[in-house]
């Protein structure tokens, strides 16, 4: 059975920082692209960021370009996404996903996800 499950949340201030992990279990990971997605209330799930099952590659919207990383560590079978200059924008519950087969490519569609964490709040207090 595939677990995904997302901590590190809580409350930070503006210009704060925060490290989200996301501990997989259940599958072959280093085969997994793995990516977070985020909601805020009364809003859409939106995209965040991506990784390749290689690690090759990252993906990011620009709202998160330059502040936000995406990385993994598949020796513990582990997803991270560091959270830097945050901001009022960036309240959400935060979820970690995997793609739906081995070997599929990283994307921005929550489609071509198939197994979902519980989420992780964040709030960012100005």
């Known amino acids: 059975q595939v677990q995904l499950v997302e901590s590190g949340g809580g409350l930070v201030q503006a210009g704060g920082s925060l490290r989200l992990s996301c501990a997989a279990s259940?599958?072959?990971?280093?085969?997994?692209?793995m990516g977070w997605f985020r909601q805020a209330p009364g809003k859409e799930r939106e995209f965040v960021a991506a990784?390749?099952?290689?690690?090759?590659?990252?993906y990011y919207p620009d709202s998160v370009k330059g502040r936000f990383t995406i990385s993994r560590d598949n020796a513990k079978n582990t997803v991270y996404l560091q959270m830097n200059s945050l901001n009022a924008e960036d309240t959400a519950v935060y979820y970690c996903?995997?793609?739906?087969?081995?070997?599929?490519?990283?994307?921005?569609?929550?489609?071509?996800?198939?197994?979902w964490g519980q989420g992780t709040q964040v709030t960012v207090s100005s």
């Open positions: 259940g599958l072959t990971f280093r085969r997994y692209a």
């Open positions: 990784i390749t099952w290689s690690g090759g590659n990252t």
């Open positions: 996903a995997a793609a739906a087969a081995e070997w599929r490519a990283a994307s921005t569609d929550p489609h071509a996800y198939a197994y």
